[in-house]
């Protein structure tokens, strides 16, 4: 049996019409400035906050159990690829196989070709080795020991 709403009343405290009423303000309005959640010490933190989800606070709830869905999104948003396809291309460095933490490298060097086969996952050593002067044509001479073709991007001459 389902519970019959009643009339809109006005809130006391906004001045809306609403239906859900706690006393004679708004549901809203109790919630937004007369409730208080109760405030444990975050067991990762130990702070003193607002308890979310799982019994941690909201900042280590999110970098705890969020982290890895923001990381999909900004690689869908950024490189306009999906997820697993980005974990497949970073699970290690194709030149010494570290796989802590791998980031991603266009081969042509053209940040909007996107294709699978122009994107390689390089530790960050190796990534900004080809991308420092002194060290750029050892690593391209390892990618071409690996199968890879990197192409080297052309400087414009000053004249």
């Not at 697993?84 to 053209?110: A, P, S």
């Not at 996107?114 to 990534?127: F, V, W």
Request: with cysteine; net charge positive; hydrophobic share 25%.
């Amino acid at each position: 049996m389902s519970k019959k709403l009643s009339a809109p009343e006005i809130c006391e405290y906004c001045k809306k019409e609403n239906i859900w009423f706690t006393g004679k303000i708004c549901q809203n309005c109790y919630r937004k400035h007369f409730w208080e959640r109760k405030k444990k010490i975050c067991p990762r933190c130990q702070r003193l906050l607002p308890i979310k989800g799982k019994g941690l606070c909201g900042g280590c709830y999110n970098t705890v159990y969020r982290l890895e869905y923001q990381k999909a999104m900004n690689q869908i948003k950024i490189h306009r690829i999906g997820y697993n396809t980005y974990k497949r291309i970073t699970e290690k460095c194709v030149i010494c196989g570290f796989d802590k933490f791998v980031t991603l490298h266009h081969l042509d060097q053209n940040k909007k070709n996107n294709s699978q086969d122009n994107l390689i996952g390089l530790c960050p050593n190796h990534h900004q080795m080809l991308h420092t002067l002194k060290y750029k044509d050892k690593i391209f001479q390892l990618l071409k020991d690996k199968g890879f073709n990197p192409q080297e991007k052309k400087l414009k001459e000053i004249k």
